[in-house]
């Protein structure tokens, strides 16, 4: 990333000027209490900051961070969000359980 890509990023609408940074100098990433991780692929998969509910429900509940998840499961939980809007429906945990799997990946 370069601070021009953030500046692209924050133009799109993903996330409010001045909330993104770059780590500078940090070999190991280290999150500020109110930051998170986020890999850019992840705004071209519908990602917007601050995100729903439903992303935040679906990381508590799987004990896992933004960071562990692949652009994929993002595309695939906006096209869940995206479809039960349509129909006029919140996200619901058990909707998208009954028809996602969560699969760890190998190393």
């Given amino acids: ?3 021009e890509a953030i500046k692209s ?4 609408g993903c996330f409010l000027e001045g909330k993104g940074r770059l780590p500078h100098g940090e070999t190991v990433p280290r999150p ?4 998170a991780i986020v890999f850019k692929d992840f705004f071209a998969c519908g990602l917007q ?7 935040r429900l679906v990381l508590e509940t799987f004990k896992v961070q933004l ?7 993002i595309l695939m ?3 869940f969000c ?12 058990d909707t998208f359980c009954t028809y996602y ?3 760890r990946q190998p190393k």
Avoid: R, W
């Fill in 1 to 3: 990333m370069t601070e």
């Fill in 9 to 12: 990023l924050e133009e799109e």
């Fill in 32 to 35: 500020e209490v109110d930051e």
């Fill in 49 to 55: 900051i601050p995100p729903i509910y439903f992303l």
């Fill in 67 to 73: 960071h562990h998840l692949m652009p994929n499961g």
């Fill in 77 to 79: 939980l906006s096209k």
């Fill in 82 to 93: 995206y479809a039960c809007e349509t129909y006029g429906a919140p996200p619901d945990l």
């Fill in 101 to 103: 799997e969560l699969q």
